[in-house]
């Protein structure tokens, strides 16, 4: 019998584009995903909790994880460190159950070198005017990283060509949508696919 592993969806996209909304609206809507919550050295913000959030820890402690290779990927973005929990992605996906991911692009294209087989999404704002917007009427920023973040903006929208679909999230809701029929159609090729290859072994077998 071939095991079924479950997907590994990877949600990337320039800071303020709307990853987290899009995020929390879908995962209210396909109960069968699995989120993967990342670690973090930055400080906790006002209404975020610890273990539902981010898993919040010192520079050391985040250091000594890199250092014991626990993260399946991680980045500093702004001053801060950011990363994936190995043991959990690897897991969760044996256990047939499909993962998702929400992370900047440096670290999407690392999960990319160990997980081709991935499926990845880049989230695009309507426009860059839009997208300083959304930073700005966040308020979790000063002016400084602000601007800090849409410089990096810039150069993540660069790397857009590595990714297997690109979503524009001009409507909360049509970009959910759209990552639904992703994820659906994505199961749908991996079926075909494990069936074309029940189909060779029984020929080899007869
Ligand atoms: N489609 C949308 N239309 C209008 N506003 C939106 C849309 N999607 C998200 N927003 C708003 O944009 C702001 C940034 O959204 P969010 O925090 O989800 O972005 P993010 O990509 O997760 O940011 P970061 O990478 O910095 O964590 C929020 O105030 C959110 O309400
Ligand atoms: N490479 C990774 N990036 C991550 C991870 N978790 C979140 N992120 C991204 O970091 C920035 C900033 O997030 P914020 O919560 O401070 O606004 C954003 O683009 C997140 O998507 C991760 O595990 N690895």
Redesign the pocket.
Known sequence: MIEEKGILFI??????VG??TVRKELFEQDTDLRY?I???T?DI?TG?TDGI??FYKSKSEFESLIEKGQ?L???Q??N?Y????REYVERTLAEGHDVF????????L?VKENFPEGVFIFLFPPSLEELKNRILSRG??TQDLVLN?LKEARN?IEMMDAYDYVVVNDHVDHAVEKIQSIIQSEHCKRERIAKQYKQLLEDELK
């Open positions: 949600l990337s996209g320039p800071s303020g990853k987290g993967s990342s670690m973090t930055r913000r975020e959030d981010y993260l990927e991680y980045a973005y702004v801060n950011y990363g994936t929990p991911l929400e992370i900047e692009v440096k670290g999407a690392q979790t920023e973040r993540e």
